[in-house]
């Protein structure tokens, strides 16, 4: 069990372990962020402009029973379809893909930006196909004469 242990422990601190736990907690609260913005800022704005319409309170109950709120068909013990909360859902993975994408889209431009152009040191013989030095003007390996570039 001993042996199992240290196993463990080496496993959990190796550094893309750490680095990957990091990102799973900041992304959780970067999940509830957008969930707040989603709720709280955004969908109050479209539920205005659609006539009053308040998404969390959207649903269908199967039975066919009316209920002026989902909090009040839960209480009521109803079985719903919470359609409304579904469009919220469904706005928040939007806007969390959307953020990933551009993240990650930044982070490739940056790494374009950091590879380094260096003009190449080696040539291919055309007659051994073998790499050389850029300025070889005789091939070390098959020995034919080069032309000068």
Sequence with gaps: SEPMWKEF???AMRGNVIDMAIGIIIGTAFGKIIT???NDILMPP????????DFSNLFLTLAGERHATLA???????????YGLFINTV???VI?????FLFVRQISRMRQEEAP???????ECPYCRSTI??????CPHCTSQLEMA
């Design 46 to 53: 479209i539920g205005l402009l659609l006539g009053n319409v």
């Design 36 to 38: 707040s913005f989603v």
């Design 9 to 11: 422990k080496e496993f």
């Design 133 to 138: 030095p850029l300025q070889a003007t005789r």
């Design 117 to 123: 152009t260096t003009e190449p040191t080696t040539k």
């Design 72 to 82: 009040m068909a839960r209480e009521a013990g109803a079985i719903t379809i919470n």
């Design 91 to 93: 706005l928040d993975f």
């Design 96 to 100: 969390v893909a959307f953020a990933i």
